[in-house]
């Protein structure tokens, strides 16, 4: 990549969107990784961080959902101690996944690639994160009706590294199909 010095031009205030109403329902279920360490310093990175840091760096994903703005692009995320944090109302389109932002969008927070120049921690979801991303994709599967085949990596719908060559996509399908079978979805 070959890169110039631009100077510096103020961005205009972004647009924020209003999300749809009635009618909306997920599509599929994206997964991501944040590509950042579990902690800077001594603070976490959880939702409220993740919202603070794509409020500042991608201000244009803003949407407006029930009076609140919402600025993380991701519906739920899930902290290497298993947390699940939300983010985005389940019913406001994310901003996570282009052409795919009809899907729920779950980042779990770490660096799973080895593309990470950092040696950012977690470098692999942790036990407790699969845990938690099985048990909440096959609550979301359940609620909407999302086939299993829309599960999902970001980098099976965008050209991008997330979530990562460590991010055990085969194990946690399997885990999801296996979590299903213990209550599978009504028939209609």
């Known amino acids: 990549w070959r890169t110039t010095h631009r100077p510096h031009v ?95 969008g779950i980042c779990l927070v770490g660096a799973f690639s080895r593309h990470d120049k950092h040696k950012w921690e977690p470098s692999q979801p942790t036990t407790a994160q699969k845990q938690a991303l099985v048990k909440l994709c096959a609550k979301m599967i359940r609620k909407y009706e999302i086939p299993l085949d829309h599960v999902k990596r970001h980098s099976d719908v965008w050209q991008t590294w997330c979530p990562g060559e460590r991010f055990p996509y085969s194990e946690i399908m399997a885990d999801i199909r296996l979590e299903l079978s213990r209550a599978p979805l009504p028939t209609h």
């Not at 961080?49 to 201000?59: A, D, T």
């Open 10 to 104: 103020p961005m205009p205030p972004p647009v924020i969107r209003p999300a749809p109403k009635k009618g909306y329902q997920p599509e599929g279920i994206v997964i991501h990784h944040s590509e950042t360490p579990g902690k800077v310093g001594k603070i976490v990175v959880n939702a409220a961080r993740i919202n603070e840091m794509h409020k500042h760096s991608h201000p244009d994903w803003a949407r407006q959902f029930e009076g609140k703005t919402y600025y993380i692009g991701y519906h739920y995320v899930i902290l290497p101690d298993g947390t699940v944090e939300a983010g985005r109302p389940e019913l406001c389109v994310g901003s996570h996944a282009k052409h795919h932002n009809n899907w729920l």
